[in-house]
């Protein structure tokens, strides 16, 4: 716990811009919500104890799902691996709305961060924080403006897409030239190793295009997958309204 807070201590500046990206999301889902709340005459609190309990419990969970990673047969091992700890925040945004899914977006970065701490001074926390929220935000928005399958499956293709161009625009910009100053080397240096993968990798589009891309796309589509399969059984319980 002091290493952590000595972490924070000297990313001062960065972890302020975190915590504004976070403010953001929330604020984002908030007002969406508000005005879809308001539009339908619906008058339930936007965080009552049953969802706060259930919140708690899918961040719990993502952070279990984050722990076990998979490496990708198309992309560097050391770089990228797939994880499935957007899973809950998608069923709790689906059942809940936004704000569900980007609080449990949240309390997961937050217990991974306490429990095992940061190797990337915060910078791989931010990543998987704001990517995961640019395809639960947009999903779990759509849908909770209309709930039905063909809208649940409209709401995953368009966050698919989305995370696939938040992810792949992140990491050329800002994520890849990061790491590679963080660890003493060029970007050139993380091109050779998706190289060594693919050899039509050449250059910063070509690893962008060849292996960030598909990554997010693999990753938004199969938790877009699992949660069309199995929401509408676990939406009565979650919602308490399962008749015995």
Same mark, same amino acid.
């Given at each position: ?42 008058? @339930?609190? &936007?965080?009552?104890?049953? !969802?706060? /309990? *259930?919140? %708690?419990?899918?961040? #719990?969970?993502?952070?279990? +799902? ?38 449990? @977006?949240? &309390?997961?970065?937050?217990? !991974?961060? /306490? *429990?095992? %701490?940061?190797?990337? #001074?915060?910078?791989?926390? +931010? ?118």
């Amino acid at each position: 716990m002091n290493n952590l807070f000595s972490q924070i201590a000297e990313n001062a500046v960065f972890v302020l811009v975190f915590a504004g990206v976070i403010i953001l999301m929330f604020l984002i889902a908030y007002v969406v919500e508000k005005l879809v709340k308001k539009k339908n005459g619906d008058t @339930e609190r &936007i965080l009552s104890t049953r !969802k706060i /309990v *259930i919140i %708690g419990m899918f961040s #719990a969970l993502s952070t279990v +799902l984050m722990l076990f990673e998979f490496p990708v047969p198309f992309a560097p091992p050391g770089i990228y691996k797939l994880d499935f700890s957007e899973l809950p925040a998608l069923i709790g945004g689906f059942a809940f709305g936004p704000v569900a899914g980007i609080m449990i @977006e949240f &309390i997961k970065i937050l217990l !991974k961060t /306490v *429990i095992k %701490g940061t190797s990337t #001074a915060f910078v791989g926390e +931010l990543a998987n924080f704001f990517v995961g929220c640019s395809f639960v935000l947009p999903a779990t928005i759509i849908y909770r403006i209309k709930k039905n399958k063909i809208s649940a499956i409209i709401s995953c293709i368009v966050g698919t897409i989305v995370i696939t161009i938040v992810g792949s625009t992140f990491n050329a910009t800002y994520l890849l030239p990061t790491f590679a100053k963080m660890f003493g080397m060029e970007v050139d240096a993380i091109i050779s190793m998706g190289t060594a993968v693919n050899s039509h990798v050449n250059s910063l589009s070509d690893f962008i295009i060849l292996i960030v891309a598909p990554v997010n796309i693999l990753k938004g589509t199969m938790v877009s997958v699992i949660t069309l399969l199995i929401y509408k059984p676990l939406s009565p319980i979650l919602k308490g309204t399962r008749t015995k």
